[in-house]
């Protein structure tokens, strides 16, 4: 062998080996068991994939729910070194399946019973996806609302007071434009503080004339 094949041979090694090195890398992740799990519920067409995909990165797995042809996307994500699975379920309007893909993620939340639920709403249409988040809290689970779409809600003229929101439901509420990922990190610092320290999901009975709607600017 020459030396101009035998530097050939050489770098080509040296990149199969850092190939190998990057591939097990990815793989890491899903030798071992995830401490914490996240799932990802919604409406079709408020964001959720691109929420999940702003959390997850590039750790991500597609499969087929078993004995259905409904797909499940799975990644996974460090937080404060914890090791979190989240999962990306399809569309669901309510918990009451009326659609095979709403059955399977219902199925999904029942049978595996998440650390926390994260239930991503389009702030334009917030008054017709609470009722979902109402449903989430009374079924027991750890939820958080993420509203995303801030800037199309802000656009129409549309004013979410989110700390009013989230005194009334006793849960985080975290405003999100998925798009350019603003919010991401805080809805990431949520997510670990709610599985850490709990959250007694209790609804709170507010008075006055105050609404939520129409009270404050996000920023």
């Given at each position: 062998?020459?030396?101009?094949?035998?530097?050939?041979?050489?770098?080509?090694?040296?990149?199969?080996?850092?190939?190998?090195?990057?591939?097990?890398l990815k793989r890491k992740p899903y030798e071992i068991e995830a401490q914490r799990?996240?799932?990802?519920?919604?409406?079709?067409?408020?964001?959720?994939?691109?929420?999940?995909?702003?959390?997850?990165?590039?750790?991500?797995?597609?499969?087929?729910?078993?004995?259905?042809?409904?797909?499940?996307?799975?990644?996974?994500?460090?937080?404060?070194?914890?090791?979190?699975?989240?999962?990306?379920?399809?569309?669901?309007?309510?918990?009451?399946?009326?659609?095979?893909?709403?059955?399977?993620?219902?199925?999904?939340?029942?049978?595996?019973?998440?650390?926390?639920?994260?239930?991503?709403?389009?702030?334009?249409?917030?008054?017709?996806?609470?009722?979902?988040?109402?449903?989430?809290?009374?079924?027991?689970?750890?939820?958080?609302?993420?509203?995303?779409?801030?800037?199309?809600?802000?656009?129409?003229?549309?004013?979410?007071?989110?700390?009013?929101?989230?005194?009334?439901?006793?849960?985080?509420?975290?405003?999100?434009?998925?798009?350019?990922?603003?919010?991401?990190?805080?809805?990431?610092?949520?997510?670990?503080?709610?599985?850490?320290?709990?959250?007694?999901?209790?609804?709170?009975?507010?008075?006055?004339?105050?609404?939520?709607?129409?009270?404050?600017?996000?920023?």
């Amino acid at each position: 062998m020459s030396k101009t094949e035998e530097k050939f041979q050489s770098r080509r090694s040296i990149g199969a080996r850092i190939a190998e090195w990057w591939s097990q890398l990815k793989r890491k992740p899903y030798e071992i068991e995830a401490q914490r799990k996240v799932v990802i519920v919604g409406s079709p067409n408020v964001g959720k994939s691109l929420v999940f995909n702003r959390l997850t990165g590039i750790y991500v797995t597609v499969s087929n729910y078993p004995g259905t042809t409904v797909e499940i996307f799975r990644g996974r994500t460090y937080i404060d070194n914890f090791l979190y699975e989240i999962i990306d379920t399809p569309g669901m309007y309510s918990l009451l399946p009326a659609s095979e893909e709403e059955r399977v993620a219902r199925r999904l939340l029942m049978d595996e019973r998440p650390d926390v639920v994260l239930h991503v709403v389009d702030a334009k249409n917030l008054e017709r996806m609470l009722p979902l988040t109402l449903q989430l809290i009374e079924a027991g689970f750890n939820v958080i609302l993420a509203l995303n779409m801030m800037d199309e809600a802000s656009e129409v003229g549309l004013k979410i007071d989110t700390e009013l929101l989230s005194k009334i439901l006793n849960i985080p509420v975290v405003p999100v434009i998925a798009t350019t990922g603003q919010g991401i990190e805080k809805l990431r610092r949520f997510i670990h503080d709610v599985i850490n320290k709990g959250s007694d999901n209790q609804i709170r009975c507010e008075t006055g004339e105050r609404n939520f709607s129409h009270s404050r600017t996000f920023e």
